[in-house]
Nanobody
Framework: QVQLVESGGGLVQAGDSLRLSCAAS????????MGWFRQAPGKEREFVAA?????SYADSVKGRFTISRDNAENIVYLQMNSLKPEDTAVYYC?????????????????WGQGTQVTVSS
């Protein structure tokens, strides 16, 4: 049983920065894979970043976004710099205890409620 709660979303201008946080509670281990996904209206949920020892990023956010975690506090962060209007979406935190560091949302068992990020031009 794992509960995830995202925070930090908001309305910003293109070029601005935001840092999203995901607070995890319950039966979660620091060995779990943690991921960030996003979903824009009318589109499928897409992979943004994941962490499990190493990190992985979608091509669209490489060099701009950074995923990190505080294992002691069970918090995962997504630092988002140089935001673009196309980054506008609901951002979700996800976790899974299986082997690997999946990029497919179907591979993650636990999900947060999401936090809205809106980037104006």
């Amino acid at each position: 049983q794992v509960q995830l709660v995202e925070s930090g979303g908001g309305l910003v201008q293109a070029g601005d920065s935001l840092r999203l946080s995901c607070a995890a509670s319950g039966r979660i281990s620091s060995s779990y894979a943690m991921g960030w996904f996003r979903q824009a209206p009318g589109k499928e949920r897409e992979f943004v970043a994941a962490i499990r020892g190493s990190t992985s990023y979608a091509d669209s956010v490489k060099g701009r976004f950074t995923i990190s975690r505080d294992n002691a506090e069970n918090i995962v962060y997504l630092q988002m710099n140089s935001l673009k209007p196309e980054d506008t979406a609901v951002y979700y935190c996800a976790a899974d205890g299986a082997v690997g560091m999946p990029t497919s949302p179907r591979k993650y068992r636990y999900w947060g409620q999401g936090t809205q990020v809106t980037v104006s031009s």
